[in-house]
């Protein structure tokens, strides 16, 4: 069983950054993929960001690639997600997901997620 929490959002303006963290319980998180999600209102949730257990290798959706930036403290069972130079279409709730899998970008393959933090870019 893994719980997470997510923490950080909240309301910036364009070209700002912010830094969401996820804290996760559970002994065998160090084990977990993790990624975050986003869901704007009146679409899907959609891919974001996910990095493997070991923080070796990450993976982000073209649409944040090179804005975002996934890591991971499995000391601290902690994920975060530093985002820079926020648009206004970044606007959604943001999710943090666990998975057993090395990786991946499809939310049924997470198994654990947390209650998600708003986050609202303004033009």
């Known amino acids: 069983q893994v719980q997470l929490v997510e923490s950080g959002g909240g309301l910036v303006q364009a070209g700002g950054s912010l830094r969401l963290s996820c804290a996760a319980s559970?002994?065998?998180?160090?084990?977990?993929?993790m990624a975050w999600f986003r869901q704007a209102p009146g679409k899907e949730r959609e891919f974001v960001a996910a990095?493997?257990?070991?923080?070796?290798?990450?993976y982000y959706a073209d649409s944040v690639k090179g804005r975002f930036t996934i890591s991971r403290d499995n000391a601290k069972n902690m994920v975060y997600l530093q985002m820079n130079s926020l648009k206004p279409e970044d606007t959604a709730v943001y999710y943090c997901?666990?998975?057993?899998?090395?990786?991946?970008?499809?939310?049924?393959?997470?198994?654990?997620w947390g209650q998600g933090t708003q986050v609202t870019v303004s033009s």
């Open positions: 997901a666990a998975t057993p899998l090395y990786y991946s970008d499809y939310t049924g393959k997470y198994n654990y």
């Open positions: 559970g002994r065998t998180f160090s084990t977990y993929g």
């Open positions: 990095i493997n257990w070991s923080a070796g290798n990450t």
